[in-house]
């Protein structure tokens, strides 16, 4: 709607939105725009006291510019796209919920519905600026939806590689325990899994499977090496050859 109207303007036009944070944007709009000419568009969602912060920072920025204030009327246009924009984030919110268990988050996703409902039914009694209001609140939920899901996944997924490589850990481990029975020196290869263990432990998962792709060629060079000693021992897996 903003940039629609801004079209309208001659010159060059500068478009902030600004929200209850405003001392960014303003700083922005005072300190580097440089202007001299500030059009408020006032939305049907601005309430008086965000309308009279805003008008207070740009006051205190723009001391001998023209500040003039428009009415920004939310077209039925405006608020049937942010309803699909809305119901297309919650969609995602709701996927991203699947297999996972939060609480905090399944709250947030009826909230969001409910907003979407309440929407859908304002847009059709033609009341375009609660259905927006209620659509930005929607997709508002679902971003919180999205955040708390993406944590969750991310430590899931960290679960899952944390497995993987201790699974690897513990089978060469089961080796070298074959190597230290024969007699075979493997300090430098546990001071490697060690090693591994603690970059796991720091979620450094590159550096614990590069750590551990040494041990193993490690490994692999001491079987060969003391294939003689070994040789008539019974190895992990029954193979009774020398290479792990």
């Known amino acids: ?36 000419n500030v059009i408020i568009l006032k939305s049907q969602l601005m309430n008086n006291g965000t309308a009279e912060r805003i008008r207070e920072r740009i006051r205190e920025r723009v001391r001998d510019g023209n500040i003039t204030e428009e009415n920004l009327e939310v077209t039925p246009e405006m608020a049937w796209q942010a309803i699909e924009f809305a119901i297309n984030r919650t969609e995602t919110a709701k996927e991203m919920l699947d297999n996972l268990t939060i609480p905090a988050a399944t709250k947030l996703l009826e909230l969001a519905e409910e907003k979407i409902q309440i929407a859908n039914e304002s847009y059709n009694e033609g009341n375009y600026g609660k259905a927006y209001g209620q659509a930005i609140a929607a997709k508002a939920h679902a971003e919180a939806i999205i955040k708390l899901a993406s944590k969750e996944w991310k430590n899931v997924l960290h679960a899952r590689v944390n497995t993987q490589l201790e699974r690897e850990i513990h089978k060469l481990e089961v080796k070298i325990k074959v190597l230290e029975k024969a007699g075979i020196d493997v300090t430098e290869i546990k001071t490697r899994l060690e090693s591994a263990k603690n970059a796991i432990q720091s979620a450094d998962y590159e550096t614990a499977k590069e750590l551990i792709e040494e041990a193993k060629n490690m490994l692999r060079d001491a079987f060969i090496q003391g294939r003689g000693k070994i040789r008539g021992m019974n190895l992990p897996g029954g193979t009774g050859r020398g290479r792990p």
Not at 4 to 31: P, Q, S, W
Request: hydrophobic share 40%; no cysteine; aromatic share 6%.
């Open 1 to 36: 709607g903003a940039i629609k109207l801004a079209k309208g303007i001659e010159g060059k036009k500068f478009i902030i939105y600004v929200d209850n944070n405003l001392t960014n944007t303003t700083e922005v709009l005072g300190t580097l725009v440089k202007t001299r």
